[in-house]
């Protein structure tokens, strides 16, 4: 028998040992998913429970029936549709307001000295050293001094500002990653300033800014304490201040309707995670392309 038919015959062979090598990898990530949405599913189960089933001692992950009577509380009673519509207008304008900022900035924190880069980033740090309780009285103070206290524009005040630093600090790497010799063969090539950053630079930022636009988001959307301090006016509230009702005296939960109201409120994070996953996904691929 020749050498090359030896060969042929030893590939399969190597393929079904590769094979029987992927299933521990297979069975890792199965329990992984599992893992992680168990939480998931086990909420979508309680908010269909009637209250008698929650007060059982053992009861099933799925549910006797679909008790819908636990979303119609959610949403006629508590005002859960107007909580979130504050929610989502408060992250968005947040989201959006910090990427207008930090995009410039991050540029030029980039790429100034190393000196003048080394005091801007101690800066950025040194701002994630100090604990939310040892300012929010000073900045409770000063958001009323402005008389945006109790409103939504107060809220994504707080918000821009404790979300720039981390914001700085993501996409001022991104930044650095850009190589310089692209800039200057652009410049090379006759292009200007503000042409080199539209083709060039901001191009291969959008997969840093389409993930800090998205931590910016989900920051503001989960958001609980600045809200609790600075919020009053029921009409104001926002998401988790609404769900934080449903905690009554003596630590009695109503486990149904926090449940269905829970479940709703992540299904819009949700929803813009797997859009944005997907302009990362092409912004990382158009930026291994052009770079």
């Known amino acids: 028998m020749?050498?090359?038919?030896?060969?042929?015959?030893?590939?399969?062979?190597?393929?079904?040992?590769?094979?029987?090598?992927?299933?521990?990898?297979?069975?890792?990530?199965v329990f992984y998913i599992l893992f992680l949405g168990f939480p998931f599913?086990?909420?979508?189960?309680?908010?269909?429970?009637?209250?008698?089933?929650?007060?059982?001692?053992?009861?099933?992950?799925?549910?006797?029936?679909?008790?819908?009577?636990?979303?119609i509380d959610i949403i006629e009673k508590r005002g859960l549709i107007n909580s979130a519509k504050n929610s989502l207008v408060i992250?968005?304008?947040?989201?959006?307001?910090?990427?207008?900022?930090t995009v410039p900035a991050a540029y030029a924190i980039a790429r100034l000295r190393k000196i003048f880069s080394g005091i801007a980033t101690g800066?950025?740090?040194?701002s994630q050293v100090f604990p939310v309780s040892l300012v929010i009285i000073p900045l409770f103070?000063?958001?009323?001094?402005?008389?945006?206290?109790?409103?939504?524009?107060?809220?994504?005040?707080?918000?821009l500002v404790a979300s720039l630093p981390f914001a700085l600090w993501m996409l001022k790497g991104y930044v650095t990653s850009i190589p310089v010799d692209l800039e200057e063969a652009g410049a090379m090539d006759g292009a200007s300033s503000f042409q080199i950053l539209k083709s060039i630079v901001f191009p291969l930022l959008v997969p840093g800014i389409v993930a800090t636009a998205l931590f910016t988001f989900l920051n503001s959307w989960n958001e609980f304490f600045f809200a609790l301090v600075l919020i009053q006016n029921p009409d104001n509230e926002t998401l988790p201040l609404t769900l934080a009702r449903f905690m009554g005296s003596e630590g009695q939960v109503l486990l149904g309707p926090l449940a269905a109201g829970a479940f709703l409120a992540t299904i819009p994070s949700l929803v813009i995670?797997?859009?944005?996953?997907?302009?990362?996904?092409?912004?990382?691929?158009?930026?291994a392309v052009k770079g």
């Open 273 to 287: 995670f797997g859009i944005m996953q997907r302009k990362l996904a092409s912004g990382l691929l158009a930026g």
């Open 41 to 71: 599913l086990w909420m979508l189960s309680t908010s269909f429970k009637t209250p008698y089933e929650l007060l059982q001692l053992h009861h099933s992950i799925i549910p006797d029936g679909l008790y819908w009577q636990n979303y």
């Open 123 to 126: 800066w950025i740090l040194l």
């Open 141 to 159: 103070m000063a958001v009323r001094r402005l008389g945006l206290l109790d409103t939504i524009w107060g809220l994504v005040l707080v918000y």
């Open 2 to 29: 020749s050498t090359t038919s030896k060969n042929l015959n030893s590939i399969p062979v190597e393929k079904k040992k590769r094979k029987y090598y992927l299933i521990p990898t297979y069975m890792a990530v």
């Open 91 to 101: 992250a968005l304008l947040t989201a959006a307001l910090t990427i207008v900022f």
